[in-house]
C-alpha cells in the first residue's frame, strides 16, 4: 500500500516540477536563421507573382485568339 502511494506522490510532485523547469528555461533564437527565413520567403513571393502573372498573361494571349 506505501508502494503505491510513493508513486502517486512521484507523479504528482513529478507533474509539478516539470512545468516549474519549463518556466524557467530561457528560449534563445539564432538571428541567421530568421534572417535566411526572410530571405528564403522574400524569394518564393518573387516566384508567385511571376507565375502569376506568366499565366495571367498567357490567359490573356489566349483568350484574345480564341475571340478574333
Aim: hydrophobic content about 40%; proline content about 0%.
Amino acid at each position: 500500500m506505501e508502494k503505491t502511494v510513493n508513486i502517486i506522490k512521484n507523479k504528482i510532485f513529478s507533474t509539478h516540477i516539470e512545468k516549474d523547469t519549463k518556466k524557467n528555461q530561457v528560449k534563445s533564437t539564432d538571428v541567421n536563421i530568421l534572417l535566411n527565413r526572410i530571405e528564403v520567403n522574400k524569394k518564393n513571393e518573387s516566384r508567385k507573382k511571376l507565375y502569376f502573372s506568366a499565366a495571367a498573361s498567357t490567359g490573356l494571349i489566349l483568350f484574345g485568339l480564341i475571340i478574333f
